[in-house]
């Protein structure tokens, strides 16, 4: 992950370490992610068909930092938590990694995998009322220098 995507982010790269989204105050992100919860809780407790995918939901959470797809072939429950999600709308990348592959701008601060269902989120989020200009909020956030 590239640990300067953000001028708010604080951490190393290292697992553990990587959920400093969770806890950040920077208004725009938490606007943006409040309309990702919404959105994923307002099919009254029904999962959300994701387009653009196979066999994959957007499930409800009682947790605040996390919304989960779940893909019923399988009957898996994936997690994204807020930080992979802002990563992947600063960056445009959601891949798994781990070792040295941790510090590549590909790789989640999670170091899992979640396209192409980060991806289709994303557009369906972009499509909402205020979603875009949310989105647009977050990417216009400085990295570090």
Known sequence: MDVNFCKNWIGDGNLGENQYCRSCSSEPCK???RIVKEFSNSSNGSSIDLPKTKD???NPSQNEQMVYFH???????????????????????SKMGSGNQRYSIEVAPT??????YVDSLFEL????????????AVKSIPKKN
């Open 71 to 93: 893909r019923s072939r399988t009957s898996t429950n994936i997690p994204l938590p807020k930080e992979d999600f802002l990563y992947f709308v600063k960056t445009g990348w």
């Open 56 to 58: 994959f939901v957007l």
């Open 111 to 116: 170091g899992t995998r979640k396209s192409p």
């Open 31 to 33: 606007v943006l992610w």
């Open 125 to 136: 989020i972009q499509s909402l009322p205020g979603g875009s200009d949310a989105i647009k």
